[in-house]
C-alpha cells in the first residue's frame, strides 16, 4: 500500500508543528500552537479588529480565523468584544499575549531560519513546491484535474 499524498502533506505539517508547540509548551506557553502566531502578530501590528478582517490579512477563511480565535480565547491570550453591529466580535489582545510576545517573535524568527536549512536540504525547496502548488491549484482547481482525469461513475 503506498500512502497518499494528504497522508504525507500531513504528515510534514504535524512533524513541524508538534516541534514548535513543544518548545512553546516548554517554555511556559503550554496550548499554544504555531498556527496563533500569525494571529497575534497580525493583532500587534494592526491592532484589535473584527475577526473578518483578521481572517482577510492572515488569508483563511472567517470559518478558519473564527475556530482559532476560539482556541486563543480559551488560551487566555485574547478577548472578544462587541463591535457596532451586534454580530460583530472585535478580537483584542491580552496582557498575557503581550507578555509572551518576546517568545512568539524569537520562535517565528528561528522557524524561518529552520525552515531555511531545510530548504538547502531538499532537491527542491519546500516552500518553493508549495507556492508553486497553490499558484497551479488557483489557476486550475483540483476537482476539476480529477474530474479530466478519468471517469468517475458513482453507480461503483
Not at 499524498?5 to 512553546?24: P, W
Not at 475556530?67 to 480565547?73: A, S
Not at 491580552?94 to 517568545?103: G, V
Amino acid at each position: 500500500m503506498t500512502t497518499g499524498l494528504g497522508a504525507l502533506l500531513r504528515h510534514v505539517h504535524e512533524l513541524m508543528d508538534s516541534a514548535i508547540a513543544e518548545i512553546y509548551a516548554e517554555h511556559g506557553l503550554p496550548g499554544y500552537r504555531p498556527r496563533f502566531s500569525p494571529y497575534v502578530r497580525v493583532l500587534v501590528a494592526e491592532g484589535p479588529m473584527p475577526i473578518r478582517d483578521l481572517a482577510r490579512t492572515i488569508g483563511v477563511t472567517h470559518s478558519a480565523a473564527s475556530q482559532t480565535v476560539v482556541q486563543l480565547r480559551r488560551c487566555e491570550l485574547v478577548t472578544l468584544e462587541k463591535g457596532a453591529d451586534a454580530r460583530q466580535r472585535i478580537v483584542h489582545l491580552t496582557e498575557r499575549a503581550r507578555a509572551a510576545l518576546p517568545l512568539i517573535e524569537a520562535e517565528w524568527a528561528a522557524t524561518e531560519r529552520a525552515v531555511g536549512e531545510l530548504d538547502a536540504e531538499l532537491p527542491v525547496p519546500l516552500s518553493e513546491v508549495l507556492r508553486a502548488a497553490v499558484t497551479a491549484l488557483e489557476r486550475r482547481p483540483f476537482r476539476a484535474r480529477v474530474e479530466a482525469a478519468g471517469s468517475l461513475d458513482s453507480r461503483a
